[in-house]
């Protein structure tokens, strides 16, 4: 019998958390019963910036430390890696020439960055910030955190995606779902109270640029179509101002500091104040003051709206051909809804505003907007919300090589996820073992310009008369918008084997590899954590009891008690240096035992000042 | 591993005339019940279940929301499949608006800009036509629901050709028109 006005929670479980794991910020949320929250760090920002530092004795630092390290110890510091996700070298050689990334050999199907003597791939990178989120939600939550929902662009290709839950195994996350940013953001609107309708989100962030029209219908969230561009966003804004005061130093001090990373570094913080201070005031200063010289350079409004038109010109694309796709005249869109920090810039609001005729949802901090909508997304899996439903899009249509060079399409982008297509394989040649299947992702018509996804091996093939294998392929896009490809013999109904040869990101076993050897720094770093931590114990109490040997109660205790302190206080002497936090704890709790009768006779009046703040 | 019949799985009557406020609705309604969000705390083989299920369903509501899709997957479960040869085939009723219209992108593609309008009254023409055949399939629809017939189905397969031969001229045309980048896109 439960006692009244006890309310059922059902069994326990552990909470799952939302992550935006963004280009320039990350932010972990979480749903309470009041809704969706953003935990804060303990630092107590909200925001933690995707820095991570790799210092000289392997301590990795990860959010607003590692970005003040970013300017001391560039070479050591890395930003932005979201940018590399999911990418070959080749993809990315633009932007490495305004990045200090430097890039290992062997980086074609996957980055490899050199960072303070580690090679390391950008999942790896995305992990260590992961695991500052799970750190951050841990402390708040007061439990262990193993399950999260993380967001990504609605852009993103499936290496991408892929690249991304690889980055969660890596940092101990269960990466529950992926979702798109865009929708996470209507999610956390909660549009939908308000009435059914159509909402366009605009979501311009650090890296990326996605537009996606939803249809709203009783809760259920249906993405019609998305659009974007996986290299566009905030950055280019900083990169074109960096690269016109690089310039103007140039000039003004007659010396090049473009390869100076430090130098890069002060001047790219300072131009992304100037434009983040544009946003609210008609005119901001560019300044920098390094090795004893000044460069300042004003800069209005209006010359910064003249700068960056084209940039902000090349997200309209993408949202009329999302309209197109969707089927949806710009009448007939309701709602607005902005996204990411980008859209603060006013320009970028007009143009909005001009597109779709429509003011904009500005009411949540466009920062953590994606969280609190990864957070609803988390309450949903959890079933803690019921009666909200997302139903999302791939961005990119799959296809399959076909002869000539050509791809032949197999499921159209914007097709709601999960979606499947099946496909009969046959051979080519008598006894024939192998068929491989080449698979792309992209719009074009022709192999070379898709991105390949990745190549099955169809193996082991009953040896027959060519075109006599008769072998089903069904290609599954997952509610993640990751493939899985299974193949059936038709004839005898037989499982056929499949090798997957991604083209692009990591291999199972290479992330298992990840996994284990994060594990084993964690696991040293715990480690040491917990035996500093059980010493700046150890020497409170030990400063305490010190204290107290020289106070009136020490005479009240008898030789006996005397003894136990004494014998307690130097046995936790001698294990004070030990590796072993249990060790020194157990000899602090001793210590405490031992001191309980000095305590209490302690308690009276003034003394209890001396032992204030210890555990005595 | 063969897909179940979309209008059984979606628990419709066959037929070609489809009510999409009610097939919209079935959708909405298996898909709450469906989606594998429903099973993230489930066991593995729910989860797939989940899975399989709903992208069975989305794949159902795709081919069924859409006419022509729709009318394709009715004729290949009656065992009439759309030739890729058919529909590349020019309509004779078509030949000298063809004829036409191939000059007129000569022309275009020739850099006479001049030529412009007269391609946009091509492409004016051809949506035309694309909505007449729509039309025209609505009306087989209608009469195929009232009284099944196989020369039905086989005046559906030809209308269904003739309109994928429109459409890709209509594509074709506004491929050239984007590619001098003047036509809103």
């Known amino acids: 019998m439960s006692a009244p006005f006890q309310i059922d929670f059902g069994p326990r479980r552990t909470p799952v958390v939302g992550i935006d794991l963004g280009t320039t910020n990350s932010l972990v949320a979480f749903m309470d019963l009041t809704g969706p929250a953003v935990i804060p760090g303990d630092d107590g920002d909200r925001l933690v910036p995707s820095v991570v530092h790799h210092g000289r004795s392997g301590e990795i630092t990860v959010g607003n430390p590692a970005r003040r390290l970013l300017i001391t110890e560039p070479e050591r510091t890395v930003y932005s890696v979201k940018r590399l996700m999911g990418r070959g070298v080749a993809d990315v050689r633009e932007e490495l020439r305004l990045f200090p990334f430097r890039i290992a050999a062997g980086s074609e199907s996957v980055i490899r960055l050199e960072l303070g003597g580690r090679t390391l791939t950008p999942p790896e990178i995305s992990a260590s910030i992961l695991r500052q989120l799970r750190k951050n939600a841990e402390a708040f939550l007061g439990e262990p955190v193993s399950q999260a929902v993380v967001t990504v662009p609605a852009y993103f290709n499936d290496a991408q995606r892929q690249a991304t839950k690889d980055a969660g195994r890596i940092a101990g996350l269960e990466v529950l779902r992926l979702v798109n940013e865009p929708t996470a953001a209507a999610l956390a609107y909660g549009l939908d109270k308000r009435k059914d309708g159509i909402v366009a989100v605009y979501d311009l962030g650090g890296g990326t640029f996605d537009i996606s029209i939803l249809k709203l219908h009783e809760g259920i969230f249906e993405v019609l179509a998305t659009n974007g561009d996986t290299h566009l966003g905030g950055d280019d804004i900083d990169n074109l101002l960096l690269r016109i005061a690089l310039e103007d130093i140039a000039s003004e001090w007659g010396e090049d500091v473009s390869g100076d990373g430090v130098a890069v570094q002060l001047l790219r913080r300072a131009v992304v104040a100037a434009k983040e201070r544009l946003s609210f005031v008609p005119v901001a200063t560019i300044d920098l003051e390094y090795k004893g010289r000044v460069y300042q350079r004003e800069l209005a409004r209006p010359q910064f709206e003249r700068l960056i038109v084209d940039i902000v010109d090349r997200t309209l694309g993408p949202c009329r051909h999302c309209l197109k796709d969707a089927q949806v005249a710009v009448e007939q869109i309701d709602e607005v809804v902005l996204v990411g920090g980008s859209t603060r810039i006013p320009l970028v609001r007009q143009a909005v505003e001009n597109l779709f005729r429509a003011r904009p949802h500005t009411e949540l901090n466009p920062e953590e907007v994606v969280a609190l909508g990864a957070a609803v997304q988390a309450g949903i899996l959890m079933g803690a919300v019921e009666d909200k439903l997302l139903l999302d899009v791939t961005p990119l249509s799959l296809g399959i090589e076909t002869m000539g060079g050509v791809v032949s399409k197999l499921i159209h982008r914007n097709s709601t996820i999960p979606a499947s297509a099946t496909e009969v394989f046959t051979t080519a040649v008598d006894g024939q073992r192998n068929v491989l299947i080449h698979v792309l992702q992209g719009e074009r018509e022709l192999v070379k310009d898709c991105r390949s996804l990745a190549r099955f091996d169809l193996k082991d093939i009953e040896p027959l008369p060519a075109g006599m294998p008769r072998i089903e392929v069904r290609f599954l896009i997952d509610a993640n918008g990751i493939l899985s490809v299974t193949a059936r013999e038709q004839r005898t109904g037989r499982e056929q084997s499949v090798e997957v040869k991604p083209s692009y990101g990591l291999t199972d076993e290479q992330v298992e590899a990840m996994i284990r050897e994060s594990y084993e720094r964690a696991e040293e770093d715990i480690r040491e954590r917990q035996t500093r931590e059980a010493r700046v114990e150890a020497d409170r109490i030990l400063g305490a009891v010190e204290k107290a040997r020289l106070h009136d109660a020490w005479l009240e205790l008898s030789d006996e008690e005397h003894g136990a302190v004494e014998l307690a206080l130097n046995e936790l002497l001698m294990v004070y240096h030990s590796t072993d936090h249990l060790l020194i704890r157990a000899h602090i709790e001793k210590l405490n035992q031992a001191t309980l009768k000095l305590a209490e006779v302690m308690m009276s009046g003034a003394v209890r000042s001396a032992l204030k703040g210890t555990k005595l | ?185």
Do not use: C
């Open chain 2, 1 to 185: 591993m063969s897909a179940p019949d979309y209008y059984w799985f979606l628990g419709l009557e066959r037929k070609l005339d489809l009510d999409l406020e009610d097939l919209e609705r079935r959708f909405y309604n298996l898909s709450r019940r469906l989606h594998p969000d429903r099973f993230a705390r489930a066991t593995a083989t729910e989860q797939q279940a989940a899975l399989e299920n709903t992208a069975i369903l989305n794949d159902a509501y795709r081919a069924l929301r859409d006419p022509v899709s729709r009318a394709e997957y009715f004729l290949k479960a009656h065992g009439l499949e759309l030739g890729e040869q058919e529909s590349r085939k020019t309509p004779p009723e078509l030949l000298e608006e063809v004829f036409e219209l191939n000059m007129v992108l000569d022309e275009f593609r020739q850099g006479g800009a001049a030529a412009r309008p007269q391609l946009e009254q091509a492409h004016r023409h051809l949506a035309a036509l694309r909505e007449e055949a729509d039309a025209q399939l609505g009306r087989l629809f209608n009469e195929y629901d009232h009284a099944p017939d196989g020369k039905l189905l086989a005046a559906i397969r030809g209308l269904l050709n003739r309109r994928r031969y429109i459409r890709n001229l209509e594509a074709q045309v506004e491929r050239e028109l984007a590619n001098v980048g003047a036509l809103p896109d």
